[in-house]
């Protein structure tokens, strides 16, 4: 399709929407590939940009070159449908979606609780006897057996075996559990 034009000042310049086409194509597409996820929804994009400048020709002023309008056409379109993807997004997402990914540990007042467990439990091992410590923690934060903490700090397993539960019942006592 093309435009007449007279030449004069602020009277449209003729479009040639086939030059337009075979010009631009190529280019509006890596243009709005950018903006756009899907290839498809890109592909969709350029061709409603030449739909869309075909059906508006009429109104071209001329202000600017073919090709600046119709790369504005061009990313007009696809801000509106990058809005329009993440909306239908945004729709599709059920209260049993959001459950599924929802982190049950992710509550404030659960973290706080834990912190505040975690600090009770460092500050009763920090005041317990450096010997009973130091048996509790072969133990758990080792990875030692009884009988591997009983060998490496020379002393009986029975008495290894006493120390770490008596250090597990002060904690669970301290706890409240």
Not at 107 to 117: G, I, K, M, S
Not at 121 to 130: F, G, S
Not at 166 to 172: F, S
Request: hydrophobic residues 45%; charged residues 25%.
């Amino acid at each position: 399709m093309t435009m007449e034009s007279n030449g004069a000042a602020g009277v449209p310049q003729a479009l040639d929407m086939d030059q337009l086409f075979r010009t631009h194509h190529r280019h509006l597409l890596r243009f709005v590939q950018r903006y756009m996820r899907n290839p498809e929804d890109a592909e969709d994009v350029v061709q409603q940009t030449f739909i869309e400048a075909l059906r508006c020709a009429d109104r071209f002023a001329g202000l600017s070159k073919p090709s600046t309008w119709l790369f504005g056409i061009a990313l007009n379109l696809a801000r509106h449908q990058v809005r329009r993807n993440c909306a239908q997004a945004h729709d599709t997402l059920d209260e049993a979606a959001l459950e599924q990914v929802a982190d049950a540990h992710g509550d404030p007042a659960v973290l706080l609780e834990w912190r505040q467990t975690a600090a009770m439990v460092d500050a009763m091992l920090n005041a317990l006897p450096a010997r009973i410590r130091t048996t509790f923690e072969a133990v758990l934060d080792g990875g030692s057996t009884y009988e591997e903490a009983a060998s490496e700090m020379d002393i009986p397993v029975g008495t290894v075996r006493s120390r770490v539960s008596r250090v597990r019942a002060a904690v669970r006592a301290g706890c409240g559990r």
